[in-house]
């Protein structure tokens, strides 16, 4: 799933048509609210079930709803939902304490990587260049009159649309990883 939304990305970043304004925005903004979502699955993940069920989960919804409101459609909304659902599978059921390790692994994973791509990605200035998405196309696409949010991501979406690329990229490495892990001893990080 992390490689086809990697392509995605790739494909916004390498031959973006003109047609793919408003997406090129929300990926971008996409980008902004996986902050949200590593730091919601870290804590989800290793808080108890019930707190986690009725004070997060209102709480990154909040979130949710405030990006969602700052693009076309209900696309980021719809995304935490559909997370928050497949994470709530361990506040509803018995989970073997082996996956429920790997999700709490993976999760700070995530985390840890989103924050190590980040500052790679804003400090390098861009360094992974423009390719599709240059300011002759974005300009000549009305990519900037459609802007209803503004910042570094929205102004120069060739860094948030690379972000995003690299960083689903890696998490498909991380999740290999620990797929093909045979066996991981978290036990003790690993709440019940």
């Not at 069920?53 to 939902?81: K, Q, T």
């Not at 992974?128 to 459609?146: A, D, K, M």
Request: aromatic share 16%; net charge neutral.
């Amino acid at each position: 799933m992390k490689l086809i939304i990697a392509y995605q990305f790739s494909v916004i970043w390498f031959q973006p048509e003109a047609s793919d304004v408003s997406k090129i925005s929300s990926m971008a903004i996409l980008m902004v609210f996986e902050f949200i979502m590593v730091h919601s699955g870290v804590f989800m993940a290793v808080m108890p079930k019930r707190l986690s069920l009725f004070l997060l989960v209102p709480f990154y919804g909040l979130f949710a709803w405030g990006f969602s409101s700052a693009m076309e459609g209900n696309d980021i909304l719809m995304i935490y939902l559909l997370v928050v659902l497949n994470r709530m599978r361990f506040a509803f059921s018995e989970v073997d304490i082996e996956i429920r390790s790997r999700a709490i692994l993976f999760s700070i994973s995530a985390a840890i990587l989103y924050f190590i791509l980040i500052f790679i990605t804003l400090f390098s200035n861009g360094i992974f260049g423009e390719l599709g998405l240059t300011q002759e196309f974005l300009n000549s696409s009305g990519y900037f009159e459609t802007l209803t949010a503004s910042g570094v991501f929205m102004e120069r979406p060739h860094t948030a649309i690379s972000f995003g690329f690299f960083y689903y990229c890696f998490l498909a490495v991380v999740e290999t990883l620990l797929l093909t892990t045979k066996k991981i001893n978290m036990t003790k990080i690993a709440i019940k």
